[in-house]
């Protein structure tokens, strides 16, 4: 079945994405989640190939926001009505768990849910950070073939990445992840095997992202994933996975005007505004020439959808 779903011709569309929508309604209504998230520190030890933050990329202008400059955006978050705030960083040690832990409180002090994205660290730190509230975290897999994560990802394994999803639900966070869709060497079959590995891991949270190539890495010429087959995705893991949250990524608009529209036509549910400093944006290169959600944007989609925005507490 799944395989299918991914091989839909575009005649069949239509009638998939209705019926993934109507997943979606029958678990959530008509509701979207909106989340607002900010990038702090673009510094990484690791060095993978599709990544503009790369290690070896010395190219890149290395940052770190301080907590006045994260909290400023947490508060606009909040005014805004907005009730999951996403704490996001490259995978470092250069900031000590006590120091985020911090963070977290005051966030949460906001009546906000606290989503962590900050990669694997010790698991002492899991359980301080979520004693100070955080209650979310998501770790991309990427994907679930290992020839193909060990050649992106050089020494690391997905059977630790693996490992490691599991440690956070054990630690009783809800987690998240998902594949980057377009990476050079992927399959159909693996994309259905990203799916099952999302199912055996009991995700609260699945995603896709389509791979934009990014300056200074060694992918940096390779042509960009496929949309149409990424909307597919979206559809699948609507259809097979039913109650996770789906986010419409940036990548979507990147490479289509009016793609996140098409993520929430195909099934998704969550959108998410980026609060990064404007003067930082640019130096979080996940790829490069990235598109920026802006509140407006993300509430036109919503409405655009016909959805209505709400917040994550309304889940129970």
């Known amino acids: ?135 979310k975290f998501i770790l991309k897999h990427e994907t679930s073939d290992p020839r193909l994560f060990a050649s992106m990802k050089p020494g690391l394994s997905l059977e630790e990445r693996i490992g490691w999803l599991r440690t956070l639900k054990r630690h009783g966070y809800a987690i998240g992840s998902g594949p980057l869709l377009g990476l050079p060497g992927q399959s159909v079959a693996s994309l259905v095997d990203d799916l099952l590995l999302l199912s055996d891991l009991d995700v609260d949270m699945s995603s896709v992202s389509v791979f934009l190539p990014a300056a200074g890495t060694p992918l940096a010429q390779s042509p960009t994933g496929d949309v149409d087959l990424a909307l597919r995705f979206v559809a699948a893991m609507r259809i097979f996975l039913e109650r996770t949250l789906i986010p419409a990524t940036s990548t979507f608009e990147r490479l289509r005007p009016g793609g996140q529209l098409a993520c929430f036509e195909a099934g998704a549910n969550v959108i998410t505004v980026n609060m990064t400093p404007p003067a930082r944006r640019d130096g979080y290169e996940l790829y490069s020439k990235r598109y920026f959600v802006s509140l407006e944007h993300a509430r036109a989609v919503i409405a655009e959808a016909g959805l209505v925005e709400s917040t994550e507490e309304a889940l129970g």
């Open 1 to 135: 079945m799944l395989e299918s779903i991914l091989e839909t011709p575009p005649d069949g569309l239509p009638a998939l994405f209705a019926r993934a929508r109507g997943v979606r309604n029958a678990h959530f209504g008509n509701r979207a989640y909106l989340r607002a998230v900010i990038e702090f520190s673009n510094n990484c030890r690791c060095n993978c190939h599709y990544c503009g933050m790369r290690r070896d990329n010395t190219s890149l202008e290395r940052f770190r926001l301080d907590a006045a400059a994260i909290l400023e955006a947490a508060r606009m978050a909040a005014g805004e009505g907005i009730g999951t705030f996403f704490l996001q960083s490259a995978e470092t040690e250069e900031y000590d768990a006590a120091w985020l832990a911090d963070i977290i409180r005051e966030v949460s002090g906001m009546g906000m849910n606290v989503l962590l994205c900050v990669g694997a660290r010790d698991e002492s730190d899991l359980d301080l950070w979520r004693d100070a509230g955080a209650s």
